[in-house]
């Protein structure tokens, strides 16, 4: 049997009294998209921090192809290729866009040498156009879409096997939500990355995804195919009222 | 005519030094946010070491390097002992815990060298220059040559290399910086480390025509920190700008009104200017922003 490229066993971790994270099991197979949906203080972001390495949890473990990175440095997480591409984008305002790409490829940049990484670029380029039409600007100078598609592109820069996306949509039009979704997509189809996406448009999500779980209280209350879970009544009552069928 | 060339020069001459330890301030300041007020000891090291080192008889290249070498490694200790040990605490304590550093510096230096000063020879020759009236020591032409060094050094080293680029998006943003792999941590330590080196390059340039002694450090960062504020705090051009402002402003005071008012002449200068412009010449409103 295979195994999963990332799995979560039992991982706990509370802010003080609160507890963000409870016990919590999920996992991620290869070239999968898994969407990861709930309320907002579900503590979906705080188990993506932690699979990245930002913060550390109280117990459980982290396994990343089978080896626990519970307590590895960030930055050691992703020369191991497990990107995150955090909330609200965080791309570096007050740099090019050209830069920020570059930066994406700094882990490899002394391996694969400076003429690959411009070929990367060019290969971003490809998959986004507007951002080669705007390379020179500075990146917080963007359109909300276009931060989000360079924060992406940085990401794809890095060469990730397993990427993580909070909340990509978060902020944007919905004719824009839509294209950044796609590209997602296009990142797994193409490119075969895996993707654990949290997305508050759960039906969005929903419609790109393979599988899904649904958190509250820090916990996976519950999980399953991507098709079953938006038809499900209570997923549908609690994301997405009645409207969609 | 001549007077104000060679007031001008000589304001230029020292400006340039302070331009160089106002760039030494603003390279920990943009990574770690940390003001570090022992920069001037880092320019007092440059001269003391390479006096002790040419009085080995060791040749003058090599004295000059291996000066920096060590002068850079004091910065990294630096960082690696009291600032990173101090990780997570507010900004006043952090300047607290570098004017320990400075102090402690300085008391080695007088156990060291003594209370006197040195004379370090010059670079290369001491024939004079004219230039209309005013006359121009050859040492006083290598510190502009090696302030407009340091800035084009720092400019490719920041805008062009990867490094560089690493160095900005700590600045910027360390925690979106360290999910591109980029250390905070390494990068605070090269910041120290690049800025001991600049106070090294300040104190080897200017050691010839100042006689360096244990506590030159003091006066020397107060003028390199006022530069950095009057520039913007932050702000690498406005540090350059502030530090040659303020040595014109003192030369010229000195000069045309008394040598011993020109300290209070330059800081008067800094003061009426924050009291227009609190952010300096070239400095963001938000300070906190930070970036070379």
């Known amino acids: 049997m295979n195994q999963p490229l990332l799995e979560i066993k039992g991982v706990s971790f509370s802010y003080g009294p609160i507890q963000a994270l409870d016990d919590l099991h999920l996992h991620v197979d290869h070239g999968e998209i898994v969407a990861l949906l709930g309320a907002n203080g579900a503590g979906k972001t705080t188990l993506l921090k932690n699979i990245a390495g930002l913060l550390q949890s109280d117990s459980g473990q982290v396994l990343y192809r089978n080896r626990n990175i519970e307590r590895m440095e960030a930055e050691k997480i992703v020369q191991n290729k497990l990107i995150l591409v955090p909330e609200h984008r965080q791309v570096f305002g007050t740099m090019s866009v050209l830069d920020n790409l570059s930066l994406g490829a700094y882990h490899h940049y002394k391996k694969t040498g400076k003429k690959e990484v411009a070929r990367e670029i060019d290969k971003v380029f490809a998959l986004f156009p507007i951002l080669e039409e705007r390379k020179e600007q500075l990146a917080g100078t963007l359109s909300g879409g276009q931060q989000q598609m360079l924060a992406i592109a940085r990401a794809i820069m890095a060469k990730p096997d397993l990427l993580l996306l909070d909340e990509p949509s978060l902020g944007l039009a919905p004719l824009i939500v839509k294209e950044v979704l796609n590209y997602v997509k296009q990142l797994r189809d193409e490119l075969g990355v895996t993707i654990l996406l949290i997305e508050q448009n759960v039906s969005a999500a929903l419609k790109i995804a393979d599988r899904g779980y649904v958190m509250s209280h820090g916990s996976i209350v519950k999980e399953g195919r991507a098709d079953d879970l938006l038809h499900n009544p209570e997923v549908k009552e609690v994301f997405l009222g009645h409207t969609v069928g | ?292």
């Not at chain 2, 340039?16 to 003001?35: C, N, R």
């Not at chain 2, 320990?100 to 060298?113: E, N, P």
């Not at chain 2, 025509?209 to 950095?228: E, R, W």
């Open chain 2, 1 to 292: 005519m001549a007077d104000s060339v060679q007031f001008l020069i000589s304001g230029l001459t020292i400006g340039s030094i302070y331009a160089i330890v106002a760039l030494g301030f603003v390279t920990i300041y943009s990574v770690t946010k940390v003001i570090n007020l022992a920069q001037g000891e880092f320019v007092m090291l440059g001269g003391m070491i390479m006096f002790s080192l040419l009085k080995l008889g060791i040749p003058y290249l090599i004295a000059f390097l291996t000066t920096i070498a060590i002068v850079i490694m004091i910065g990294w200790l630096l960082e690696r002992t009291i600032v990173r040990k101090a990780k997570g605490a507010d900004a006043l304590s952090l300047i607290i815990l570098t004017i320990g550093a400075a102090i402690f510096i300085r008391g080695i230096a007088s156990m060291v060298w003594g209370k006197g000063s040195v004379k370090v020879d010059s670079f290369a020759s001491n024939e004079p220059v004219y230039v209309m009236g005013a006359t121009i020591t050859p040492q006083s032409i290598w510190v502009m040559v090696f302030m407009l060094a340091i800035v084009a050094g720092l400019f490719l080293l920041i805008e062009k290399t990867m490094l560089g680029k690493a160095f900005r998006a700590c600045s910027v943003n360390p925690v979106a910086a360290r999910l591109m792999a980029v250390s905070p941590k390494k990068m605070s330590s090269f910041s120290f480390a690049l800025s001991a080196g600049l106070g090294a390059l300040a104190g080897l340039v200017i050691a010839p025509i100042i006689f360096p002694a244990y506590d030159m450090g003091v006066m020397l960062g107060i003028k390199g920190f006022s530069a950095t504020i009057l520039g913007g705090l932050g702000s690498a051009p406005g540090a350059v700008l502030g530090g040659l402002l303020l040595g014109v402003i003192e030369s010229l005071g000195a000069g045309f009104i008394s040598s011993g008012m020109k300290d209070a002449i330059a800081f008067g200068f800094v003061l009426m200017l924050l009291l227009i412009r609190p952010y300096g010449l070239l400095g963001e409103k938000n300070v906190g922003k930070g970036g070379l």
